[in-house]
């Protein structure tokens, strides 16, 4: 079992910065791969990133590559999302999640824990 609680996320003009977090408990959560995804008012949970329990890949959404990072402290249960250049369209609920795989993956429904979400909010 794996509990997930994210926090950071906030108000913030286009352009600027967040970073989000996500605690997790569980004393196997360096085998889980994590990922995170996110859902704007009227729309479907669409993928944003993931890592496995390495680090050693990381799978990012086009929408989002080259502004957010994913990373991960297994010493810490932690799975970050640094954002950068954020825009307007990158508003939304943004969910931590854990896989039971080595593997990643960008389908919402292979994820079997989540989080509570955090709101993102990006002003023009």
């Known amino acids: 079992q794996v509990q997930l609680v994210e926090s950071g996320g906030g108000l913030v003009q286009a352009g600027g910065s967040l970073r989000l977090s996500c605690v997790a408990s569980?004393?196997?959560?360096?085998?889980?791969?994590m990922g995170w995804f996110r859902q704007a008012p009227g729309k479907e949970r669409e993928f944003v990133a993931a890592?496995?329990?390495?680090?050693?890949?990381?799978n990012d959404a086009d929408s989002v590559k080259g502004r957010f990072t994913i990373s991960r402290d297994n010493a810490k249960n932690t799975v970050s999302l640094q954002m950068n250049s954020l825009k307007p369209e990158d508003t939304a609920v943004y969910y931590c999640?854990?896989?039971?795989?080595?593997?990643?993956?960008?389908?919402?429904?292979?994820?079997?824990?989540w989080g509570q979400g955090t709101q993102v909010t990006v002003s023009s």
């Open positions: 999640a854990a896989r039971s795989s080595v593997r990643v993956s960008t389908f919402a429904a292979e994820y079997g824990y």
């Open positions: 890592i496995t329990w390495s680090g050693g890949t990381r």
């Open positions: 569980g004393r196997t959560f360096g085998t889980y791969t």
